[in-house]
Structures are given as C-alpha cells and as structure tokens.
C-alpha cells in the first residue's frame, strides 16, 4: 500500500522559514517524479514544485521562484520542501504527491502551513 | 485567477448525468492529451478520477468519463449518486508541469 506521510506544517510569521517533509513508502520512490500540490483554504489546487526520480531537476512555480527549493533523500524515502520569506499568500494545505505521466496518482494527507503575525 | 476555467458549480438530481467542462488553451489542454480529472470530498485529499483524457484508473466507476475537444476537455458524470457531491478539478500538462482548473462544485439534489 502507498503511503505518503507529510509533517513540518505549523503557524509562522511573514518572513519566516519552514521545511515540509514526506516519508513515503509501498513503491519503488527512486523512479518516481514527485510534487507538491498546495490548496488555499477555501481554493483550487496549485502544484508549487516538482522533481525528478534522481533529484538532479526541478520545476518551480514563479510565484515561489527564489523562495521555496524542493529536494529529496532516495536513501530515506524523503521529499522535502524548503520554504523562505514566507508571504501570508503561501497559507495553504501543502500534499506530497506521485507525479506520473502529468498526473497525480498518490496524495498524502496534507500539512497546514499558515502564515500570519 | 486559475490557469484553466471551470464554471463555479453544478448540480443534478440523482440518476440524471452532468457535465463539467475545462477551458485552457494550445498550450496546455489543446496541445496534449495529458488532462487529468480530479474529485475531492470535504476534508479530504483529491483522488484522479480520469487521466490521459479518458481512462479511468482501476477502481473508478464507469459512471465517470472524459473526453477533449480542441481545447476544451469535459467530465461527464451519468447516474448521478448522492457520494457523487464533491469538488471536481481538472488538470493539464502545459510544458513541464501541470495547471489546474479552478474546481467546480457538484451538488446533487
């Protein structure tokens, strides 16, 4: 069974940092691309970052560009998302996904991230 | 503002059949048939209902379907069932990534 299992959400202050991480675990994680997807309260979804089965490219989405760096550990099964300067816009349910083909077979159970003083 | 467009809601009564309909433009929904199709219960994660434009992935009932044309893709949804009520997106490869809709609500009446 797939298994993506997301922690490191909390509240932070604009400006602040914090770094999401995804265990994941019943597939083979070194051949997969993998994403964050992430829905404001009350909004659509958006996918902020993406990454290669090796690590070696990304994809970011600019509203996030320079700020937020996605990167993974095929050794511990881990992705992680680093997120700098963060912005009250960044308020979201953050979801580790499996990116297949373009599209999202596998979500974990989401991590809130709120940003506010 | 979303990369594609969806109408806000829908409804329907139960057994009727729906259609959700997802506007891009040549440069996601037109140039490839990567549309995926999504469903999200209140609270819960999003699980792909459709992907590749109109397969369904093992377990999806056959109620659900899709298809494209130019660069409109649409989900049809027939014999409506009150589990059917939830938010539905669609999604899109444009270059390396995808975009998605801005949702439309289903409610079954």
């Known amino acids: 069974e797939v298994q993506l299992v997301e922690s490191g959400g909390g509240l932070v202050q604009p400006g602040g940092s914090l770094r999401l991480s995804c265990v994941a675990s019943g597939f083979t994680f070194n051949t997969e691309y993998m994403s964050w997807v992430r829905q404001a309260p009350g909004k659509g979804l958006e996918c902020v970052a993406k990454i290669n089965p090796g690590g070696s490219e990304t994809y970011s989405v600019d509203s996030v560009k320079g700020r937020f760096t996605i990167f993974k550990d095929n050794a511990k099964n881990s992705l992680y998302l680093q997120m700098n300067n963060l912005r009250a816009e960044d308020t979201a349910v953050y979801y580790c996904?499996?990116?297949?083909?373009?599209?999202?077979?596998?979500w974990g159970q989401g991590a809130l991230v709120t940003v506010s003083s | 503002q979303s990369a594609l467009t969806q109408s806000a809601s829908v409804s329907g009564s139960p057994g009727q059949s729906i259609t959700i309909s997802c506007t891009g433009t040549?440069?996601?929904?037109?140039?490839?048939?990567?549309v995926s199709w999504y469903q999200q219960h209140p609270g819960k994660a999003p699980k792909v209902i459709i992907y590749g434009v109109s397969n369904r992935p093992s377990g999806v009932s056959n109620r659900f379907s899709g298809s494209k044309s130019g660069n409109t893709a649409s989900l049809t949804i027939s014999g409506l069932q009150a589990e059917d009520e939830a938010d539905y997106y669609c999604?899109?490869?444009?270059?390396?990534?995808?975009?998605f809709g801005g949702g439309t609500k289903l409610t079954v009446l």
């Open positions: 040549s440069s996601d929904v037109g140039g490839y048939n990567y």
């Open positions: 999604g899109s490869r444009r270059s390396t990534h995808v975009v």
């Open positions: 996904v499996t990116e297949t083909w373009f599209r999202f077979d596998y």
